[in-house]
C-alpha cells in the first residue's frame, strides 16, 4: 500500500477539462470539380462503428439555376472523426428512362434533359447498416443500403408508392424527402421527414406540408405517417424538416416555414408518425426560411440537443422581415438545450458571415460536427460545404 498517498492525492485533485477547440475544413468547393459549380444541401451522420459520412448534392449549373438542375449526390468518408476524408463519391444512380418532373417544365431556365437526383437522407443504424431515402425529378422515392459504412450500397428499390397513402390528406404533385440525417427510434423504427406539394408556386415547391415516413422493418418496407404540419393562415409553407427521439420516447419535428412570425415550428408525436401535437412557435429558434440542423449530444454523462441554423431576421425591405420573403442567411449558430427543447441556454456564432444549410452530428469521442454551406459572398447555398469540428467546453465557452 506505499502508493496509497500518491492515489488518494489523485482522487482528490479534480480533473482537468479538456480545452475548447474548433477546426474548419472545407470537404467541397466550387472550383475542385469543373463537373460542378454549386455544391448544396449538406448532411452527416456518424455510423456505429464510427465513421463519418457527408454528402450533399452536387449541381452542374452556375449560381442562380433552380433546384431542378442537372444534380448528382456525392459522398465522403472519414474513419479519424472527421480529420481526413476520402475522395467524393458519386452514390445515387436509378437505371432505365428518366422523365423531368411535368411541374418543373413550367418554369424558365429548366433543361429537360437534366437529371435532377435529390434530398439524400441517411440514417445509420444501430446494428452498423446505414439506410439511405433519395428522390428523383421530386416525384419518385428510392431506398438504398450500405453493410460497409458506405463503401459500396445496393441497388435502389422504388418507393414511391408509399408516399401514395398521403394523396388521401394532400395531393402532392412534388415530394421531397428530408434533407439532412433520418434517425432511428429506440424501438428501432426508422423516421425521415418529408414535405410535400401540390406544385403550384415558388419555384414548384410551394404551398407544402410536412410529414414523417418510416420503417419497422430495417428499410425492407416504408409507411406514410400522418401530416404533421399543415399548410395554414398561420403556419405557412412548412417544408425541410429535421427530427429527434426525445428522452420520453416522443420524436420532435422542427419545422422550417415561411410564416410571419419568423419562428421556427414545433411539433411531437409518440411513434414519430401520428397523432402529432399542435404545431407550436419556439420564440428562441428564429427562421430566416433555411435548412436547419438537429442532433442529440449524449457524451461523459451529458444528455443535450443541439440545434444549428443561421440566426438572422435581417435582410428585408428596410432592415424587416416581410411575410413570405427569405433572410440574408448568415451567422450560422449552434444552440443547446439541457431540457429536451424547452429553452435554449446557449447560442453561439459559428459563422457570422455569409452561412446556409447544415446538418450536425457526435463522433463516439464527443467531438461535434456541424457540415455546412458558406461563402464570402451572400447567397442561398454558398462557395463551400465546411466541416467544423468543436467540443462541447468551445461552444459553452463564453
Request: with cysteine; aromatic share 4%; net charge negative.
Given at each position: 500500500m506505499k502508493h496509497l498517498p500518491a492515489i488518494l492525492?489523485?482522487?482528490?485533485?479534480?480533473?482537468?477539462?479538456?480545452?475548447?477547440?474548433?477546426?474548419k475544413l472545407d470537404l467541397f468547393k466550387a472550383g475542385d470539380d469543373p463537373a460542378y459549380n454549386i455544391y448544396h444541401i449538406p448532411g452527416v451522420v456518424v455510423t456505429a462503428a464510427g465513421t463519418v459520412l457527408?454528402?450533399?448534392?452536387?449541381?452542374?449549373?452556375p449560381a442562380g439555376v433552380s433546384?431542378?438542375?442537372?444534380?448528382?449526390?456525392?459522398?465522403?468518408?472519414?474513419?479519424?472523426?472527421?480529420?481526413?476524408?476520402?475522395?467524393?463519391?458519386s452514390i445515387a444512380q436509378v437505371a432505365g428512362p428518366k422523365r423531368k418532373n411535368p411541374f418543373a417544365l413550367r418554369m424558365k431556365n429548366v433543361d429537360p434533359n437534366d437529371v435532377t437526383y435529390n434530398n439524400p437522407v441517411?440514417?445509420?443504424?444501430?446494428?452498423?447498416?446505414?439506410h439511405m431515402l433519395f428522390c428523383l425529378e421530386y416525384e419518385r422515392v428510392f431506398y438504398q443500403r450500405s453493410a460497409d459504412d458506405g463503401v459500396s450500397w445496393g441497388a435502389p428499390v422504388e418507393i414511391t408508392a408509399a408516399f401514395d397513402a398521403f394523396k388521401k390528406d394532400y395531393d402532392w404533385k412534388v415530394l421531397a424527402t428530408g434533407?439532412?440525417?433520418?434517425?432511428?427510434?429506440?424501438?428501432?423504427?426508422?423516421?425521415?421527414?418529408v414535405w410535400l406539394s401540390t406544385g403550384e408556386g415558388g419555384n414548384a415547391h410551394r404551398p407544402s406540408v410536412t410529414a414523417t415516413v418510416f420503417s419497422d422493418d430495417q428499410g425492407a418496407t416504408w409507411k406514410a405517417g400522418d401530416i404533421a404540419v399543415p399548410n395554414t393562415?398561420?403556419?405557412?409553407?412548412?417544408?425541410?424538416?429535421?427530427?429527434?427521439?426525445?428522452?420520453?420516447?416522443?420524436?420532435?419535428?422542427?419545422?422550417?416555414?415561411?410564416?410571419r412570425t419568423h419562428r421556427r415550428l414545433v411539433t411531437t408525436s409518440a411513434d414519430g408518425a401520428t397523432g402529432w401535437s399542435t404545431p407550436r412557435f419556439d420564440e428562441a429558434l428564429l427562421e430566416p426560411i433555411?435548412?436547419?440542423?438537429?442532433?442529440?449530444y449524449e457524451h461523459g454523462g451529458r444528455s443535450l440537443l443541439l440545434f444549428s441554423n443561421p440566426h438572422n431576421l435581417e435582410g428585408g425591405r428596410g432592415g424587416k422581415p416581410e411575410p413570405g420573403k427569405s433572410r440574408a442567411r448568415k451567422n450560422l449558430s449552434v444552440k443547446i438545450s439541457a431540457d429536451e427543447g424547452g429553452t435554449w441556454t446557449v447560442n453561439k456564432t459559428l459563422e457570422p458571415g455569409p452561412s446556409m444549410y447544415s446538418d450536425l452530428a457526435v463522433t463516439r469521442q464527443g467531438t461535434i460536427l456541424c457540415f455546412y454551406g458558406r461563402s464570402d459572398q451572400p447567397g442561398f447555398a454558398g462557395s463551400a460545404l465546411t466541416l467544423a469540428r468543436f467540443n462541447l467546453e468551445w461552444l459553452e465557452q463564453p
Open positions: 492525492a489523485l482522487i482528490s485533485c479534480p480533473l482537468t477539462a479538456a480545452e475548447p477547440f474548433l477546426e457527408a454528402w450533399c448534392e452536387a449541381r452542374k449549373r433546384d431542378w438542375d442537372d444534380i448528382r449526390i456525392l459522398l465522403r468518408r472519414s474513419t479519424d472523426e472527421g480529420r481526413t476524408w476520402s475522395a467524393p463519391a441517411l440514417i445509420a443504424d444501430r446494428d452498423g447498416a446505414v434533407p439532412n440525417h433520418g434517425i432511428q427510434l429506440k424501438s428501432g423504427r426508422l423516421i425521415v421527414p393562415d398561420e403556419w405557412i409553407n412548412p417544408n425541410e424538416t429535421v427530427a429527434v427521439e426525445l428522452k420520453d420516447g416522443r420524436v420532435m419535428l422542427n419545422v422550417r416555414n415561411e410564416s433555411c435548412m436547419a440542423g438537429l442532433a442529440r
